[in-house]
């Protein structure tokens, strides 16, 4: 019987070689597209929660 359990090595993907092989350039770059997509999405689902806040202030 062993104390320690010895983990079989986890296949890499694309997306841990691109983490792990990537230049800090080619990292700064999709972390800015990543961050532009999530704030352009972030301003969509705020004007949709505001106009429907001002349909229903206008319906009551």
């Known amino acids: 019987m ?3 359990n010895a ?3 986890l296949k890499s993907t694309p997306f841990s070689d ?4 990537a230049s800090s350039r080619e990292k700064n770059k999709v972390y800015r597209q ?3 997509r ?3 999405r972030q301003q969509a689902v705020m ?3 505001k ?3 001002a ?3 206008a319906e009551a």
């Open 51 to 53: 106009a429907n806040r």
């Open 38 to 40: 999530a704030t352009e």
């Open 47 to 49: 004007a949709k929660a």
């Open 55 to 57: 349909s229903a202030e």
């Open 34 to 36: 990543v961050l532009k």
């Open 2 to 4: 062993t104390i320690f």
């Open 7 to 9: 983990t079989k090595p």
């Open 18 to 21: 691109f983490f792990c092989n």
